[in-house]
């Protein structure tokens, strides 16, 4: 697994007198994606290979102390409103309970959301409500149980069905849905998936393909973008644009056969909403990523275990911030994936 260079102190001159995680676009990173680790229990092949990939030895992962302080400077120093625990897969976390609570316990209080495969979300859901959490994502990207086994290499479909049923029952609302289509691999499943997310009350989200896969082979020409996915939906549904203001959130939103329930699109690669992210990332092992598709970091960690201070340690989060990009360049000459896959990023 490729780590990418840490970056260097920015140049913060210009930079306003502002505690917030601002940057030079006018952007304020105010949602923090939290990967809890890089393992999973499945073995997606757009994501890893069959064999897994070399996990972070445990010395390198943030332990919970040290996790749930760089979570609390996030929220009481930096502005962050919004925590989604990611991976790998969260759920294969130790104590995770525990890291939410600890979560739920800051002042003020964010939001709190996760992203999981769903396999062992089942017996955990009304744990993690109890804990704090107030949303779940779910990755789904097939209801055929043959196909779901060769997409993640595991005979767990019937798990994720029951980890959905589980976290609606414990009150998680919305419980999202997200789907990624490959072109003669499952995207004939657009209209299947969206009636089975409207017969249940879940919230679907398809999610173009990105470049973010170990094996660097990504191909453009196997994605399959948000204007096939619309059409296909139209061919079935009625589609009425979400007249709300979208602000940073990733998803363009349409209301089904004129609602209440909707369906989302992030497409990162053929629409981006760069000029309005609001995201930062810390990876497990305890880097901050100001892009999902950096190839550099700024290392938390070091400074955590020598030492710093809350406010040293937000200040050079800051400087994170202030360097990150305009956008993430998938669209211009040259660019080149992340060395880290995105199940060592944290979605």
Partial sequence: MGIPVLRGTPDTS?????????????????????????????????????????????????????????????????????IR????????????????????????RPRISMTTNGVSLARRAEGLVRAGLDRVNVSLDSLDRVRFRELTRRDRLEHVFEGLAAAR????????VNSVLMRGVNDDEAVPLLRFALEHGYQLRFIEQMPLDPQHGWNRDEMVTAEEILATL?????????PDERGGAPAERWLVDGGPAV???????????????????????????????????????????????????AERWRGDSWAKAAGHGINEAGFFQPDRPMSAIGG
């Fill in 14 to 82: 210009t930079r306003p007198d502002s505690p917030l995680l601002v940057d030079r676009f006018g952007r304020v990173a105010t949602d923090l994606r939290v990967s809890l680790t890089d393992r999973c229990n499945l073995r997606c092949t757009y994501c890893m290979p069959a064999e897994g990939l070399d996990w972070l030895p445990k010395p390198e992962l943030l332990s919970d102390a040290e996790l749930t302080r760089l979570i609390g400077i996030a929220v009481t120093r930096l502005g962050v409103t919004n």
């Fill in 85 to 108: 625990f990611t991976g790998g897969e969260p759920l294969l976390r130790p104590n995770l309970e525990d890291v939410i609570a600890a979560t739920a316990a800051l002042e003020p």
């Fill in 169 to 176: 029952a414990a009150g998680l609302d919305p419980v999202k």
């Fill in 234 to 242: 139209r061919a079935e549904f009625e589609l009425t644009p979400v």
């Fill in 263 to 313: 369906v989302g699109v992030i497409a990162s690669v053929t629409r981006p909403f760069c000029a309005a992210c609001d995201r930062t990332r810390l990876t497990a092992d305890g880097q901050v990523r100001n892009c999902l598709f950096s190839r550099s970091e700024t290392d938390l960690r070091a400074l955590l275990r020598a030492g710093a201070s809350d406010e040293e340690i």
